[in-house]
Nanobody, 127 residues
Framework: HVQLVESGGESVQAGGSLRLSCEIS????????MGWFREAPGKERAAVAA????????YVADSVKGRFTISADNAKNTVYLQMNNLAPEDTAMYTCAANPIGCPTVFTSTTPGRFTYWGQGTQVTVS
């Protein structure tokens, strides 16, 4: 049974930082792609960052590059999203997801559909 559990979302002031965590139980796969997505009211879900556990390769969306960093602790089966210099436009529900096949090298509107397993999400509000 695959489970993804996010934590770390909260309300912060603009310019602040947050670190989101996603713990995954995916014992049937030796490696997989972990992605962070966000969905703001009235907008489509969009990929923010992804990390492939097999090679530790990372992908970050251009819209957050330089402010957001994805990392992983394989021993804890946990992926993190460090978000710095947050702005009101970063307000969204952040959700992690897993894809056993691999990570997309380019994020598009179809990227969410490539991920099989999803968490419940954690809300980030920046004011």
């Amino acid at each position: 049974h695959v489970q993804l559990v996010e934590s770390g979302g909260e309300s912060v002031q603009a310019g602040g930082s947050l670190r989101l965590s996603c713990e995954i139980s995916l014992y049937i796969y030796s490696s997989y792609c972990m992605g962070w997505f966000r969905e703001a009211p009235g907008k489509e879900r969009a990929a923010v960052a992804a990390h492939y556990t097999g090679t530790a390769t990372k992908y970050v969306a251009d819209s957050v590059k330089g402010r957001f960093t994805i990392s992983a602790d394989n021993a804890k089966n946990t992926v993190y999203l460090q978000m710095n210099n947050l702005a009101p436009e970063d307000t969204a529900m952040y959700t992690c997801a897993a894809n056993p096949i691999g990570c997309p090298t380019v994020f598009t509107s179809t990227t969410p559909g490539r991920f099989t397993y999803w968490g419940q999400g954690t809300q980030v509000t920046v004011s």
